[in-house]
């Protein structure tokens, strides 16, 4: 009976310390989408999205992509503190075959949860 009551406090115990145990994913705010007007074919545009780390984990980027080679997103810091942002800067240059409506995508590799996040930027291209 002892054996019983020592196997159950030991089950219990290491189930609360699991429980309170701190997690390294973190909670983020982010601007989803930025648009842009209509420009013509050649023109480049920038734009900015902003990445605001809501928990009390430093938010950690490791990859930054783009949907396509027209499409380049350069960030300010990998790394940002609790309750600090950063900026992804995005600059588009409108190509022959971006006429018409416009929307890439700009992937982001953290360790949030999900680890992906995707933004877009949208507008109109025209000859």
């Known amino acids: 009976m002892k054996n019983k009551i020592l196997v159950f406090t030991i089950l219990v115990t290491l189930f609360i310390i699991s429980c ?3 997690t390294n994913i973190v909670d983020i705010e982010f601007t989803k989408e ?3 007007d209509t420009i013509k074919v050649g ?3 920038s734009k900015y999205f902003e990445i605001k780390n809501k928990s009390s984990t430093q938010l ?3 990859n930054l992509k783009t949907s396509c080679g027209c499409t380049l997103a350069k960030l300010k810091d990998s790394i940002i503190g609790k309750n600090s942002s950063t900026k992804i800067k995005v600059t588009f240059t409108a190509e ?3 006429i018409g409506i416009v929307n ?3 992937i982001l590799d953290s360790n949030t949860k999900p680890n992906f996040t995707v933004m877009y930027l949208k507008g109109y291209v025209v000859k």
């Open 96 to 98: 022959e075959d971006n």
């Open 20 to 22: 309170n145990k701190k």
């Open 34 to 36: 930025v648009s842009f």
């Open 43 to 45: 023109d480049t545009i």
């Open 60 to 62: 950690k980027i490791k």
């Open 104 to 106: 890439k995508s700009i």
